[in-house]
């Protein structure tokens, strides 16, 4: 695959920057730039309907224009575990791993529906991990800052404060 779920009408030039976002809306200007950013993860967090989505498929739409045959994989947290699920009744796990792997740019919307998800908390972190392990960019986001999800493994918390966190 080269892009994957992500919704091109939403672009970086088109969100509204202000002063609380400003932030956020320069670290996904930077993810999704041709020079390799100086951070990964970018963990965005924020209350609903205060843009994250909007910025992730921003960054995508960016980052697919500069890199057109670069595989991008945007999935909601919820559709990274019903696969994942999927998978592992068809015994089709491998597939999934290296079609999550295989990106240059994975973004997982609203992660902290990983709360409490065990097995799809392992398979992410190792996901996680084979991709900082290659270089490749990791956007995630949150309702929340990482440390408040309840139910979230400490070690995932841990990896997602490597980068960037912005509200």
């Excluded at 970086?12 to 670290?27: P, Q």
């Excluded at 609903?48 to 910025?55: C, E, I, P, S």
């Excluded at 999927?86 to 992660?111: C, G, P, V, W, Y």
């Amino acid at each position: 695959i080269v892009a994957s779920n992500f919704q091109p009408r939403h672009r970086l030039d088109d969100f509204v920057v202000g002063d609380t976002n400003r932030l956020a809306w320069s670290a996904a200007q930077a993810m999704a730039g041709e020079a390799q950013p100086r951070f990964t993860p970018l963990f965005i967090h924020g209350g609903t309907g205060q843009g994250k989505t909007h910025l992730l498929h921003g960054i995508a739409a960016a980052f697919s224009a500069h890199s057109p045959t670069a595989p991008v994989l945007y999935m909601s947290a919820e559709r990274f575990m019903m696969e994942f699920v999927n998978a592992m009744r068809a015994n089709e796990t491998m597939a999934f791993k290296a079609r999550l792997r295989a990106a240059r740019l994975l973004l997982i919307d609203d992660i902290q529906f990983f709360a409490n998800k065990d097995r799809s908390q392992e398979e992410f972190f190792h996901t996680f991990n084979s991709l900082l392990e290659s270089n490749q960019r990791i956007v995630i986001t949150c309702d929340r800052f990482p440390k408040e999800v309840e139910g979230l493994e400490d070690r995932l918390k841990s990896r997602f404060s490597w980068g960037l966190s912005v509200a």
